[in-house]
């Protein structure tokens, strides 16, 4: 018989076996407020871009970041070829281009303002703040992989356009604000 805490051993309370679901994760872990980002590239094909809201800030020296993205992302590898990409901070009124570029099989580019930075990545127009990034290191994680990003450059936009400098927020399942 295993020690508790052994590697192996799984039981949870009062020796109960331990068994959380993902829909048991997304409620429990959705009262943890996180920001929204827009992950962008350009590529051969064109600029391409996908959501993530699991994304924070991993050394200051180096300078490192990271964010997560599901194994299922079609928008991902594309990324992964380029091996760089702009992490674009999204302000409290940018809602319905978060809405865009999280929507499968569409143009997710159609209407959307931006500019090609000196690094070939899109910077979303409005975002409060743009981090330009190579791909430093990925690790798998269950159904994601967690990607750390080396940071090149990051700039915030001062400027009034700036969705006034709040940013975006999903908290339980929706978008929120400050």
């Known amino acids: 018989m295993a020690a508790k805490g052994a590697k192996g051993d799984q039981s949870g309370v009062n020796g109960r ?8 994760m997304r409620r429990v872990l959705g009262h943890f407020a996180t920001g929204v980002t827009v992950i962008t590239a350009g590529t051969a094909d064109g600029p391409v871009g996908m959501v993530a809201n699991s994304f924070a800030s991993v050394s200051l020296e180096p300078p490192l970041i990271l964010f997560c993205a599901a194994h299922s992302s079609e928008t991902w590898p594309e990324i992964q070829a380029v091996g760089k990409f702009c992490v674009n901070v999204l302000g409290h009124r940018q809602e319905l ?3 865009q570029f999280a929507k499968k099989g569409s143009d997710r580019y159609a209407g959307v303002d931006h500019l090609i930075s000196g690094h070939g990545n899109p910077r979303l127009a409005g975002a409060i703040a743009q981090i330009e990034c190579r791909v430093t290191d990925e ?3 269950g159904d994601h992989l967690i990607v750390v990003g080396g940071v090149l450059e990051m700039e915030i936009d001062e400027s009034e356009s700036a969705e006034l400098h709040k940013p975006l927020i999903f908290y339980r399942g929706d978008f929120a604000r400050l």
Do not use: K, N
């Open 139 to 141: 690790h798998p994680a």
């Open 17 to 24: 076996m331990a068994e959380v679901t993902g829909a048991e």
């Open 97 to 99: 281009l978060a809405a």
